[in-house]
T-cell receptor, first 110, second 115 residues
Framework: QKEVEQDPGPLSVPEGAIVSLNCTYS??????FMWYRQYSRKGPELLMY????GNKEDGRFTAQVDKSSKYISLFIRDSQPSDSATYLC??????????FGQGTRLTINP | ETGVTQSPTHLIKTRGQQVTLRCSSQ?????VSWYQQALGQGPQFIFQ???????GRGNFPPRFSGLQFPNYSSELNVNALELDDSALYLC??????????????FGPGTRLTVL
């Protein structure tokens, strides 16, 4: 079993929809939780970072962490075609070694 | 613009050969990490270098090795290439090590194909 599980999709939604992306994990030592966005032929770029449990909001993006359930989510409101990309969850117990999920391929249709 | 650059962009090698991939860190960053991203998968941590010393390693065999230079640029070397080594190799730089809140900035990657 992988340490981090993420549904690879693909996920296709109409423009303006609310998108929900999720990951589950098994390692209770994970304390730092991140969401990266990766466009085709590009490296991942950090979208959201959360420490321990709780919510964090940044513009149209909201990250949630539930450590008791070992479950993290990323919500995208008012989705735009430019949000079409692969979204990767990543986690760390410290020391910057990131453990990534498989990535979810998202398409926003105009 | 993250400032992390990698070369070459693409590379084709045959099984058994050796390859060297290069990374130039963002200015002021003294820590570099390398990741392997197979097609359709998330990146997997290979190793990290801090001030020219290896500072953590993932589950990769010794034929994967690295170097970090005084200017904090870095190399990833892979010996005895196998077909399964075909992947996108990403390097990421950050200002310090040991601080998980430091953002890691990824380069665009090198696409390696092993035939």
């Amino acid at each position: 079993q992988k340490e981090v599980e993420q549904d690879p999709g693909p996920l296709s939604v109409p423009e303006g929809a609310i998108v929900s992306l999720n990951c589950t994990y098994s390692n209770s030592a994970f304390q730092y939780f991140m969401w990266y966005r990766q466009y085709s032929r590009k490296g991942p770029e950090l979208l959201m970072y959360t420490y321990s449990s709780g919510n964090k909001e940044d513009g149209r993006f909201t990250a949630q962490v539930d450590k008791s359930s070992k479950y993290i989510s990323l919500f995208i409101r008012d989705s735009q075609p430019s949000d079409s990309a692969t979204y990767l969850c990543a986690m760390s117990a410290g020391a910057q070694k990131l453990v990534f999920g498989q990535g979810t391929r998202l398409t926003i249709n105009p | 613009e993250t400032g992390v650059t990698q070369s070459p962009t693409h590379l084709i090698k045959t099984r058994g050969q050796q390859v060297t991939l290069r990374c130039s860190s963002q200015s002021g960053h003294n820590t570099v990490s390398w990741y392997q991203q197979a097609l359709g998968q998330g990146p997997q941590f290979i190793f990290q270098y801090y001030r020219e010393e290896e500072n953590g390693r993932g589950n990769f065999p010794p034929r994967f090795s690295g170097l970090q230079f005084p200017n904090y640029s870095s190399e990833l070397n892979v010996n005895a290439l196998e077909l399964d080594d075909s992947a996108l190799y990403l390097c990421a730089s950050s200002p310090t090590t040991g601080n998980p809140t430091d953002t890691q900035y990824f380069g665009p990657g090198t696409r390696l194909t092993v035939l």
